[in-house]
């Protein structure tokens, strides 16, 4: 029998190369998964224990199971002490709202104003939902109920009401009435939500009275905020506040996202529904130059919001991590076009909004401390330094955060390259 090996080496070279290829990819098969019991955590402990003591009743969540990655905690920098952090004011609950956007948001620009005057202040954040509601309803009237009414939003909506309502400080409102300790939106949505159906459904147009209303649901379950209100001895107006006392300009600040679906280099409509006024301000750059603004902010003394998924085998709340274990993606293989497929598929979605406030380096990779105002990063111990905070692989951040909100300084190479 005569063998031409000259015909047989590109034959050869791709059997072996195709093994070679095989064996990595098995050999990074090394997380491995379980079934655990979700065991009540500090939403069913204190947020719905407080919910119920005042006037709703909300149903206890059923006993059930999640699926999510076996984390080693021995590979988890999973202490505050690990990381290079930024100033920020203590974490503070959500309570029972969807309000995650206004919470983290609020939290970035309160350690922005730090970062650029050195002054601490502790800004409401329910003078924003509050505003926020009215403008979702004004727009539900004009597009006549074709406009998403919904508890959430988008990290830049917080500038955008400071520019049209401005701030107040939390001392002034704070939303909490009838001796509430968390804050609980459930029955006043449902109020607000069936009224604007009554609207749609009887083509009740009228946006002056529909606005009254919604503002007066708001009023019964969260109170009215003051239209003048008292700093260190002097009377401000929510505008007079933001540009008199905060010195804050809403324009300093912009939202990066790494989108593939929408051209690069350019600014882009982030197609989401909690992008209910439909946003064209997101500055749509590729993968690699995403992930090395975040990791240049970060070194440069800046923080930044993410809006992202957080509902992953790999985001556990038992461990405060969130990775990517390799039976849903190799490390190596997490790119551009995997991203946007999870986004394109549903798999990943834009389901909470969070504030990265510091970052810890190991075996060459990132890991950064988040800031968070969800019920899940607080089921350990509630006098330990990790309560309310998260640590996340950057290869999570890499894969399932899909848009960042930050100081343009932080980022002014990139939007040099803007048309």
């Known amino acids: ?51 119920n003591a005042v006037n709703e009743s909300l149903k206890p969540h059923e006993p059930s199971k999640r699926f999510q990655m076996a984390q080693d905690t021995t590979l988890i920098p999973g202490k505050l002490s690990d990381y290079k952090s930024v100033w920020r004011n203590p974490p503070v609950s959500q309570g029972n709202t969807g309000t995650c956007w206004c919470f983290s948001t609020t939290s970035f620009l309160e350690s922005e104003l730090k970062r650029t005057s050195n002054k601490e202040f502790r800004i409401s954040e329910m003078y924003t939902v509050y505003c926020e509601y009215i403008e979702k309803a004004r727009r539900f009237v004009k597009e006549h109920g074709e406009s998403n009414f919904s508890e959430g939003s988008q990290n830049n909506a917080v500038a955008r009401i400071y520019a049209t309502y401005g701030a107040m400080p939390l001392s002034a409102y704070n939303g909490l009435i009838n001796g509430r300790k968390y804050h609980s939106h459930e029955a006043m949505f449902n109020d607000m939500n069936n009224f604007l159906k009554s609207v749609k459904a009887n083509n009740s147009w009228n946006e002056e009275w529909v606005l009254e209303t919604i503002k007066s649901i708001m009023n019964s379950h969260i109170g009215a905020p003051p239209a003048v ?27 990066i996202i790494s989108y593939k679906q929408e051209p690069y280099w350019q600014k882009v409509e982030y197609k ?32 930044l919001n993410f809006a992202g998924d957080v509902s992953e085998p790999g985001f556990s709340r038992s461990t405060q991590a969130a990775m990517v274990p ?7 293989f997490i790119n551009e076009d ?18 990265l406030v510091g970052y810890y380096q190991k075996n060459g990779k990132d890991w950064y401390l988040i800031k968070d105002s969800g019920s899940g990063s607080r089921n350990n111990n509630p006098n330990a330094p990790e309560f309310g905070y998260y640590f996340f692989h950057e290869d999570y951040v890499k894969l399932k955060m899909l848009c960042f909100y930050i100081h343009k300084d932080a980022v002014k190479d990139i939007l040099a390259k803007f048309r």
């Open 1 to 51: 029998m005569n063998i031409n090996l000259r015909h047989m080496k590109p034959k050869l070279l791709t059997i072996i190369g195709l093994i070679t290829f095989s064996t990595s990819i098995f050999a990074q098969n090394k997380d491995k998964s379980e079934y655990i019991n979700v065991e009540p955590g500090f939403y069913q402990k204190s947020i719905l224990k407080d919910v």
């Open 229 to 255: 209100f008292s700093v260190d001895g002097k009377e401000y107006t929510p505008k007079t506040y933001l540009t008199d006392y905060l010195k804050f300009n809403p324009e300093d600040y912009v939202e």
């Open 272 to 303: 989401v529904a909690d992008n209910w006024w439909h946003s064209k301000d997101y500055y749509n750059v590729p993968l690699d130059v995403y992930m090395e603004a975040i990791k240049k902010a970060v070194r440069n003394g800046y923080t």
């Open 326 to 332: 390799d039976f849903d993606i190799p490390s190596a």
């Open 338 to 355: 995997a991203r946007q497929f999870r986004f394109t598929n549903g798999t990943t979605t834009d389901d909470h909004g969070i504030h």
